[in-house]
């Protein structure tokens, strides 16, 4: 019996897989909110609806980018899709510190770590399944 891994098996984390991920994640949260901007200036469109439509474009974007992240991976679509919610999670964390100074508070960051823990997990598994 050995234990070393055989040459067909693939490795247990795919770091290209994650970032790709994240790039198309993050790829289309700029455009989904670029398309956004243009809907919400030119319908009438109430402005009371805008974080639930951002939070919708959050969760597609981390749903595609797990999506992405495990099927290229082929394996561990949990992990994968979770990493890459995870990355988008501190990424928005950072941005939001960096760029409003008072912050965000508890509870919307926790509704944010939700819907990215949610979208990623989901795409991943969806990613491998299908």
């Known amino acids: 019996m050995s234990f070393k891994p055989s040459a067909t098996s693939r490795p247990s984390i795919n770091f290209t897989a994650i970032f790709r991920g994240l790039a198309a994640a993050l790829g289309l949260s700029l455009a989904g909110s670029f398309l956004l901007g243009v809907v919400y200036h030119y319908t009438g469109l109430k402005e009371s609806t805008l974080p639930l439509s951002s939070s919708i474009l959050l969760f597609a974007s981390v749903f595609l980018g797990g999506f992405l992240s495990s099927r290229q991976s082929g394996s561990r679509g949990l992990f994968h899709g979770l990493s ?25 960051l926790l509704q944010k770590f939700l819907v990215c823990a949610v979208g990623g997990t989901l795409g991943g598994i969806f990613g491998v399944g299908l």
Do not use: E, R
């Not at 990355?87 to 510190?97: E, R």
């Open 84 to 108: 890459v919610g995870f990355l988008v999670f501190i990424l928005i964390w950072l941005f939001t510190g960096l760029f409003l100074a008072t912050g965000l508070g508890f509870i919307p």
